[in-house]
């Protein structure tokens, strides 16, 4: 990248699941079904907050699992990638995220990008329904798509 100025981005996530949509095991209770706080991050090549078919960190095991806060994003070309993720609640250990999407184009940010995203589950909970109780995967499993 060799984009000179710092660029800002705002993540505008839009979560499209509801009962209508996806009627089946759509949890209503305790807690009800719902996305917690995004997690992210900008970086460069050296660095991963989780990749698909590898071991998630123990950071992102307890997002996973537990839910975290928010952070607000800015890039340079040192670190013009971003990752986040946004956790599925209920669940035993599932989100939705982007790992390493490159912001730079050559000398200039780009302006917009709009990604559809797909469920997946951390490898750390072996939990198969929205509401299932804690039960550890062990040994740990890769990030996998659900």
């Given at each position: 990248?060799?984009?000179?100025?710092?660029?800002?981005?705002?993540?505008?996530?839009?979560?499209?699941?509801?009962?209508?949509?996806?009627?089946?095991?759509?949890?209503?209770?305790?807690?009800?079904?719902?996305?917690?706080?995004?997690?992210?991050?900008?970086?460069?090549?050296?660095?991963?907050?989780?990749?698909?078919?590898?071991?998630?960190?123990?950071?992102?095991?307890?997002?996973?699992?537990?839910?975290?806060?928010?952070?607000?994003?800015?890039?340079?070309?040192?670190?013009?990638?971003?990752?986040?993720?946004?956790?599925?609640?209920?669940?035993?250990?599932?989100?939705?995220?982007?790992?390493?999407?490159?912001?730079?184009?050559?000398?200039?940010?780009?302006?917009?990008v709009s990604i559809d995203l797909f469920p997946y589950d951390a490898g750390t909970d072996s939990g198969f329904t929205f509401s299932s109780p804690n039960f550890a995967t062990i040994p740990q499993d890769t990030v996998t798509e659900v």
């Amino acid at each position: 990248c060799t984009a000179e100025e710092l660029a800002k981005y705002s993540i505008i996530f839009t979560g499209k699941w509801s009962q209508t949509a996806f009627p089946k095991q759509y949890p209503l209770y305790r807690p009800p079904a719902q996305w917690s706080s995004m997690l992210g991050v900008t970086h460069s090549s050296d660095y991963s907050m989780w990749k698909k078919n590898e071991y998630a960190s123990n950071g992102v095991r307890d997002f996973a699992e537990k839910g975290q806060t928010s952070t607000e994003l800015e890039v340079h070309s040192r670190h013009p990638l971003v990752s986040f993720v946004v956790r599925i609640v209920p669940s035993p250990d599932w989100f939705v995220g982007i790992d390493s999407l490159n912001l730079c184009e050559g000398d200039h940010w780009m302006e917009e990008v709009s990604i559809d995203l797909f469920p997946y589950d951390a490898g750390t909970d072996s939990g198969f329904t929205f509401s299932s109780p804690n039960f550890a995967t062990i040994p740990q499993d890769t990030v996998t798509e659900v």
